[in-house]
């Protein structure tokens, strides 16, 4: 079975810190790209940064450049995302997804093949 799940969210102060974990199981990490996205309330779903497992080229948006790193530990089949600096709009819903044989950036018009539930990230401020 196919899994995703994210994990570390939390409530946090703006100008603190989060990390994210998004845990794979069920299928080859190494041949796929992980992204991370995020949705607010009322808003359309951002795509905020990418890692491809295959060729390790990554991605961020501008929103988050600089502030948010993409990581990962094939060993343990897990991508990371270090959350520095938060900012209020910062909170919001974020997922991981992944999809096979991708560099990042990923081609827009590819659809991710699996997406995790989501963790909540809050910054108060």
């Known amino acids: 079975e196919v899994q995703l799940v994210e994990s570390g969210g939390g409530l946090v102060q703006a100008g603190g810190s989060l990390r994210l974990s998004c845990a794979a199981s069920?299928?080859?990490?190494?041949?796929?790209?992980i992204g991370w996205f995020r949705q607010a309330p009322g808003k359309e779903r951002e795509g905020i940064s990418c890692?491809?497992?295959?060729?390790?080229?990554?991605d961020y948006a501008d929103s988050v450049w600089g502030r948010f790193t993409i990581s990962s530990d094939n060993a343990k089949n897990k991508v990371y995302l270090q959350m520095n600096s938060l900012k209020p709009e910062d909170t919001a819903v974020y997922y991981c997804?992944?999809?096979?044989?991708?560099?990042?950036?990923?081609?827009?018009?590819?659809?991710?093949?699996?997406w995790g539930q989501g963790t909540q990230v809050t910054v108060s401020s």
């Open positions: 069920g299928f080859t990490f190494e041949d796929y790209a």
């Open positions: 997804a992944a999809i096979i044989f991708s560099s990042c950036p990923v081609d827009r018009r590819l659809l991710y093949d699996y």
């Open positions: 890692l491809s497992l295959t060729d390790g080229s990554t």
